[in-house]
C-alpha cells in the first residue's frame, strides 16, 4: 500500500508560479510511474504530467508542454510539478497518484492510479 501527500497548490495571479510536491511511500516505491491529474469543476479527470521510475520517460498533456515541468527524487520520494506562466484554466484539485509499472502515455491518457493523494487545489485568479 502506498501513501501519497501533495503540497504546493494555493491562490496565484495569472502568469505566475507555484511548485506541487508529492511524497510518497511504501512498499517497492522504486517500480510506480507517478503522474499528475488534476479535476476542474464540472469536468472529467485529465493527466496533466506523468514520470516514469527512473524519470527517463516523462509525458504532458499538450495544454501545459513548455509551461509546466515534472521531475522526480528517488532518494527523497518526492516528485514535483514545477508549474509557470500559469492560465485561468489550469484552476482544478490536482491529484498524485501512482501506478505500478504503468508507461507514462497510458497512465495520463486515461487516466489512471493505482493510489492516489489526497488533493490539493490551484486556484490562478486575479
Known amino acids: 500500500q502506498l501513501q501519497l501527500v501533495e503540497s504546493g497548490g494555493g491562490l496565484v495571479q495569472p502568469g505566475g508560479s507555484l511548485r506541487l510536491s508529492c511524497v510518497f511511500s511504501g512498499p517497492s516505491t522504486e517500480y510506480y510511474t507517478i503522474g499528475w491529474i488534476r479535476r476542474a469543476p464540472g469536468k472529467e479527470r485529465e493527466g496533466v504530467s506523468c514520470?516514469?521510475?527512473?524519470?527517463?520517460?516523462?509525458n504532458y498533456r499538450d495544454a501545459v508542454k513548455g509551461r509546466f515541468t515534472i521531475s522526480r527524487d528517488n532518494s527523497k520520494n518526492v516528485v514535483y510539478l514545477q508549474m509557470n506562466s500559469l492560465k485561468p484554466e489550469d484552476t482544478a484539485v490536482y491529484y498524485c497518484?501512482?501506478?505500478?509499472?504503468?508507461?507514462?502515455?497510458?497512465?495520463?491518457?486515461?487516466?489512471?492510479?493505482?493510489?492516489w493523494g489526497q488533493g490539493t487545489q490551484v486556484t490562478v485568479s486575479s
Open positions: 497518484a501512482a501506478a505500478f509499472m504503468r508507461d507514462v502515455q497510458d497512465m495520463c491518457g486515461e487516466p489512471v492510479g493505482d493510489y
Open positions: 514520470i516514469n521510475k527512473d524519470g527517463s520517460s516523462i
